[in-house]
């Protein structure tokens, strides 16, 4: 009996990590998205009281999601009208702004491992109003800045992985017609990035 107690324990805990640092498309319980955000609080909390003390930067940058399925159910919303439950908002909803502006204000944290966890959230994702849309604007500065090491770190993934991340980009309720003239340099310095980017944006725009 205590052989199989200890087979379970363990694949719950399985289970758990996989939901916070490794299978990044499964949904996190309510009970493991209420530990997330308590333990993304308190990061949040040292981080406003310290935000230039590298520890609270790594701690923060440790605690904030690493998908945009995470990042969704703790800052977007999930609408079940469908079946009668209305707007679900996630449990750090209505701190959407302020955590994900502190996310894009780190700036102690390794470049690349950074636009990492930016990438990673980006993969994935869809366009939505409030947090996502938050993060989103977040990302395309950042993009807009460093757009050659963007590209670097984008092509060390899978094609579908990238063309999900410029989707990401370009959707919106109201997606632009053209690819952003910053993004013409591409064309000779990566010809695949840039036809990935091209087929994301017309698959935007159907």
């Excluded at 998908?67 to 800052?75: C, Y």
């Amino acid at each position: 009996m205590r052989f199989y107690l200890i087979l379970i324990s363990a694949a719950f805990a399985s289970c758990l990590s996989n939901t916070m640092h490794g299978n990044k498309n499964v949904l996190a319980s309510q009970g493991e998205l209420k530990l997330k955000a308590e333990q993304l609080k308190k990061a949040y909390q040292k981080l406003s009281a310290a935000p230039y003390t590298a520890k609270y930067q790594r701690e923060y940058f440790e605690s904030f999601p690493n998908s945009f399925v995470l990042f969704n159910n703790l800052f977007g919303y999930s609408s079940q009208a469908s079946i009668g439950k209305g707007f679900n908002p996630g449990p750090l909803y209505n701190e959407a702004q302020s955590y994900v502006n502190s996310f894009f204000n780190l700036n102690l944290i390794d470049t690349v491992e950074y636009y990492n966890r930016i990438i990673d959230i980006g993969i994935n994702g869809k366009w939505y109003a409030d947090g996502v849309n938050y993060f989103k604007n977040g990302m395309e500065l950042k993009i807009k800045k460093d757009i050659d090491v963007f590209v670097k770190l984008l092509s060390k993934r899978s094609d579908s992985e990238v063309k999900s991340f410029w989707f990401f980009y370009f959707d919106g309720p109201h997606p632009s017609n053209a690819i952003p003239s910053e993004f013409d340099g591409i064309i000779t310095t990566s010809p695949k990035m840039y036809s990935i980017i091209e087929m994301a944006h017309k698959e935007v725009l159907k």
